[in-house]
């Protein structure tokens, strides 16, 4: 039967530290959530298994189902070749403007920041992303940067990845600047997990770059489940709140996961509790490898209109899918049904 969370280990001295010690094997999950290796029913797929020991600490101990745990767990169903699952299913090679630099939107583009990420999310439409094509380290930035700084009309850089926040506080602060010199710039949007799958990354340094930041900045995090969201994500949450930034959330329906009314109406509660406000609940982009986690577009049209039923409007994210070449993220109309 399932029992109680795993309890929570002791405090790394860094979040590097933390970062450097993810779970990385499937042996070394197993035994931390007390099960057989079987049981588990890891597979060995080319985008590896990767996943922050904090993060394992919220899952229910011995339960292979655990919604958390589902999100990262390698298994063999991401290697049956689904028609309609791509390498690159939201086309973002077409919208490059610079190395690591896209735009799809009018007035804001996206930088991105680094490759790496603190966990591996099963269902990320980045997951086969030719980052090494376009790493924006070194030189690289320069060029983007140059892009943005030459074209008056993008009012917002949006800092994504992989993780920027698996980004060091020196290069934040010195990427931070380079922004800040831009002068048709009006705010900075971060695009990050790392608040949620490892706290510990809200350091005194990370607060300190959005408090002496000359740009508003917004964070949206990432969160699929209410387990995900302890008193340690709650912490951080304050914490950036307090150093001004504005905190959404982004969260991808996964079947299996969080394909459920109550799962996402509490989502929505315990993320008001911590301070950030649903933004969207995005359909899943078809990349392949992840078509175990589709759920049909009628069925998360009723959720989304289940959850409008009973949650405040502020409380309702918007269901929205990513089609290559629209102006904006395509809003799918909510189905209400009857009281
Ligand atoms: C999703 C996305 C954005 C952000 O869209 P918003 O609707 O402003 O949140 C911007 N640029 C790119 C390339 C995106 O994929
Ligand atoms: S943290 Fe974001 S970019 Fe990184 S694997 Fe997860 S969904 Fe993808």
Redesign the pocket.
Known sequence: MITASVPPRQIPASWQRELAEAITRPAELAEALGLPLEALGAATTTFPLRVPRSFVARMRHGDPHDPLLRQILPVAAEQHEQPGYLADPLGEHA?QRAPAL????RG?A?LITTETCAVHCRYCFRREFPYTEQRGDGERWGEALAALAADTSIEEI?LSGGDPLSLGNARLNALGERLARIAHLRRVRVHTRLPVVLPARVDAGLLRWVRSSSLPMVFVLHANHPAEIDAQVRAACAALRAAGATLLNQTVLLAGVNDDETVLSLLSQRLFEAGVLPYYLHALDAVRGAAHFAVPDQRARRLAGALAARLPGYLVPRLVR?IPGAT??TVLTPISGPR
């Open positions: 919208a896209l735009q799809k939107y804001r996206l949006i990513e904006a993220k």
